[in-house]
C-alpha cells in the first residue's frame, strides 16, 4: 500500500503548525444554522490554520478505474489526471469513457469501476430505488451549471416573434417557455406533440426541462398518477409533450435528425448545434436556477466502507483540480484543449472553449458573457451540500419517481445518507496543512444547508429545510 506523496512532501509543514497528534479524529459537520451556510467559516482562525488533528493517508488501493461521459464538466476528473494531482496522492488512475448513463452506473456497482462522473441525480436516484437499486454515496460535487436548453431553428422561428427584444433587436434573456407554449399548445391539439430530450430520468437536464417548461404552464408529465396508481415508466403520463432519453453526445444528430425538436443537455453539445447549423439555445440552466448542482464524482458505499483512505485521496485531488479550473482563463483554455482530445470529450476546441472560457453563444453571432456557465469551485460549487441533494428529492416527488409521501425528516436522513461533507472536509483540512489550500476556500462551520434562494426563472423560495412547503408551492406536479 502507498502512502499519499503530497503528504509525505508535506511532513516538515505539518511539524512547523505543531499538530499535537498524528491520529486522526473525525471532522463533522456542525448542526448549528449560520445566517449564511455558503460563506460561513471560523472567521478568528489564520490563514492555513487546521482545528482537527491529521494522519498520513495509508491507501487501501492505489490502482484504480474511473468512469465518465464525454461532456465538459468531467473536467475535474481528467485535470486531476493530467495535472498529476492523483499522482499527488500515490493513485494511478485510468479513466474510460462511457457508453450511456446506465451503463457506468452499473459499472459502479459490479465494481468494473472504482467511481466515476455522475449525474448529481443518480447517487439520489439508486439509493431510494428509483431505476437501479444500490447504495452510492458522493463527497464530492463536480460542478455548478453547465447545461442548455436547444430547440430546432424550425421551432425557434416560430418562438422568436413572441420573445420579448432588447434596443439592440437580440432576444432578452432568460427566454422563457411562454413563447413555446402556443406552440405545444397547437401540436397537442393535433395529436401529435412535441418530443423532446434529456439525457437521463433521473438527471439535473430532466429535472430542469421539466422546471422550464412547468414554469410556463407546459406540463412535462408524470411517472406516476395518484389516483389511478398508474406507473408510466417513460414519464409521459398527462403530459403536455414527451420528454425522452438520449445520450448527450447523440443529441446533435438526434434533432437534426428530426427526432426530437428540443433538448436539454450539458456542454459542448448546445454549442455543437450552433456551429452546426441545426438549432438553437434558448437558456441556459444558470438562469433555470442559479448556480444549480450538476454533476458529481460517485461511488458505491460498499467501495467507500472497504477504501476510507482511497476516497480521501480521491476528493484532494478533485479540490485541487476544481481549484485550478476556475483560477484563471488560461488554465481554463488549457483544459479546453486537454478536453478536445478523442479520449476525452473529442469535441472541436472551439466549440468546447465557446462555454469553458466564460461566453455562451446563443444564436449564431450571438455570444454573450456568462462567467458562471461553468463553476468548478468557485460558490462552494465542490461541497456536497444535503439542501443540494433534497432538491433532487423533492423533483422526483413532484413528476412522481417517488410515490409515496415522505415527511421532512425522511428528506434529511436520506441527504445524510448519501451526500458526505465530513468526507470533503477531511480532504481539504489535510490540503490546507499541505499548504495547497486556505481555510477561506471552504464552508467549514456549514450545517450542509445552502441559504435559501429564489433564483430560479419562475422566482420561487427554496429553502432545502422545508422541503414538503417547497413541493407544494408548485402549480404543477404532485403535491
Same mark, same amino acid.
Given at each position: ?24 479524529? %473525525? ?22 490554520? !487546521?482545528?482537527? =488533528? ?12 474511473? &468512469? ?8 475535474? @476528473? !481528467? ?18 469513457? $462511457? ?35 444500490? #447504495? ?12 442548455? @436548453? ?17 434596443? #439592440? ?21 393535433? &395529436? ?39 406507473? #408510466? ?8 409533450? %414527451? ?5 448527450p453526445p447523440q443529441m446533435p444528430a438526434v434533432l437534426e435528425a428530426g427526432t426530437i425538436c428540443a433538448y436539454c443537455v450539458g456542454e459542448?453539445?448546445? $454549442? ?5 447549423? @441545426? ?7 444558470? #438562469? ?23 476516497? /480521501? ?24 484543449? /486537454?478536453?478536445? $482530445? ?9 466549440? @468546447? ?36 441533494? /433534497?432538491?433532487?428529492?423533492? $423533483? ?28 470533503? =472536509? ?54
Amino acid at each position: 500500500m502507498k502512502v499519499s506523496s503530497s503528504l509525505t512532501l508535506g511532513l516538515s509543514l505539518l511539524a512547523a503548525i505543531a499538530l499535537p497528534s498524528c491520529s486522526k479524529t %473525525e471532522s463533522s459537520v456542525s448542526t448549528s444554522t449560520p445566517a449564511d451556510p455558503i460563506s460561513a467559516s471560523t472567521p478568528d482562525a489564520p490563514p492555513n490554520a !487546521v482545528s482537527d =488533528e491529521l494522519t498520513f493517508l495509508d491507501l487501501e488501493k492505489d490502482t484504480l478505474k474511473f &468512469g465518465f461521459i464525454k461532456l465538459t464538466d468531467c473536467a475535474p @476528473i !481528467v485535470i486531476a489526471k493530467e495535472k498529476g494531482y492523483f499522482d499527488d496522492e500515490g493513485l494511478s488512475v485510468a479513466v474510460e469513457a $462511457q457508453a450511456n448513463w446506465k451503463e457506468l452506473l452499473n459499472r459502479v456497482i459490479n465494481g468494473d469501476l472504482d467511481g466515476a462522473h455522475m449525474l448529481a441525480g443518480q447517487p439520489i436516484g439508486a439509493t431510494v430505488g428509483f431505476g437501479s437499486q444500490a #447504495d452510492i454515496v458522493t463527497a464530492y460535487s463536480l460542478d455548478y451549471n453547465g447545461n442548455g @436548453i436547444t430547440v430546432s431553428n424550425e421551432i425557434w422561428e416560430k418562438m422568436k416573434p413572441a420573445v420579448p427584444k432588447g434596443a #439592440d433587436g437580440r432576444p432578452i434573456h432568460p427566454i422563457k417557455a411562454d413563447a413555446l407554449k402556443p406552440i405545444v399548445d397547437e401540436a397537442k391539439a393535433s &395529436g401529435n406533440k412535441l418530443k423532446m430530450g434529456m439525457v437521463f430520468p433521473v438527471s439535473t437536464h430532466n429535472y430542469e426541462i421539466r422546471y422550464w417548461l412547468a414554469a410556463s404552464g407546459i406540463n412535462p408529465g408524470f411517472y406516476f398518477d395518484p389516483t389511478t396508481k398508474q406507473v #408510466d415508466v417513460p414519464g409521459f403520463l398527462n403530459g403536455d409533450v %414527451e420528454l425522452s432519453v438520449t445520450p448527450p453526445p447523440q443529441m446533435p444528430a438526434v434533432l437534426e435528425a428530426g427526432t426530437i425538436c428540443a433538448y436539454c443537455v450539458g456542454e459542448p453539445w448546445n $454549442q455543437q448545434a450552433v456551429f452546426k447549423k @441545426i438549432g438553437v439555445p434558448v437558456t441556459t440552466n444558470y #438562469d433555470i436556477w442559479k448556480n444549480n448542482p450538476e454533476k458529481v464524482f460517485g461511488v458505491s458505499k460498499e467501495w467507500a466502507d472497504k477504501h476510507p483512505n482511497t476516497w /480521501i485521496a480521491i476528493t484532494k485531488a478533485l479540490i485541487r483540480a476544481g481549484k485550478w479550473l476556475d483560477a484563471s482563463l488560461e488554465n481554463r483554455k488549457e483544459a479546453a484543449k /486537454i478536453l478536445s $482530445q478523442p479520449n476525452y470529450v473529442g469535441a472541436p476546441y472551439e466549440v @468546447i472553449a465557446n462555454s469553458m472560457t466564460g461566453t455562451f453563444e446563443f444564436e449564431a453571432g450571438d455570444k454573450r458573457p456568462m462567467p458562471d456557465f461553468n463553476v468548478f469551485f468557485r460558490h462552494n460549487a465542490s461541497y456536497p451540500f444535503y439542501s443540494d441533494c /433534497i432538491w433532487f428529492l423533492t $423533483q422526483m416527488v413532484r413528476w412522481g419517481q417517488i410515490a409515496e409521501q415522505k415527511d421532512d425528516a425522511w428528506f434529511h436522513e436520506t441527504a445524510k445518507k448519501i451526500y458526505r461533507p465530513d468526507v470533503y =472536509e477531511k480532504a481539504a483540512k489535510m490540503l490546507i496543512a499541505e499548504g495547497l489550500a486556505a481555510e477561506s476556500d471552504f464552508p467549514f462551520g456549514s450545517d450542509g444547508y445552502r441559504a435559501p434562494t429564489s433564483d430560479f426563472i419562475d422566482g420561487k423560495a427554496y429553502d432545502g429545510r422545508e422541503p414538503n412547503a417547497y413541493i407544494k408551492s408548485f402549480e404543477i406536479g404532485l403535491k
